[in-house]
């Protein structure tokens, strides 16, 4: 197992930006995907609740997110942005946000 490991956690809306829902099976999509090309990820369905502002508009976003552990790589890395870009133009939304960070695996 690789010592060097990464965290990527994305946070995928309920609702696209005009309050439409999002078809619950494109949030399965979204998952499988994620394990399709890592293995693995953990799908936490509890809502996270977000508010955001952008150009004077007050946002209320309700979210899931999709936690995946990878070996730390360029190629992970790259994966994890064009899935970002895909999933923000599919989903509509001004920005999707993902952050990752190193981890250490016991």
Known sequence: MSSRWRRFEVLLPL????????????LAEAVLEVVAYFGAASYETQRVE????????????????VVVD?????????????????????????DLWVVSYRIEVE
């Open 15 to 26: 609702q696209f930006n005009d309050g439409r829902e999002v078809p619950p099976e494109w």
């Open 50 to 65: 977000g508010h955001w502002r952008f150009g004077g508009v007050l946002y209320q976003d309700n979210l899931v997110r």
């Open 70 to 94: 990878s070996p730390d790589s360029p190629a992970n890395r790259r994966w994890m942005q064009q899935f970002k870009g895909r999933w923000k133009v599919r989903l509509e939304q001004l």
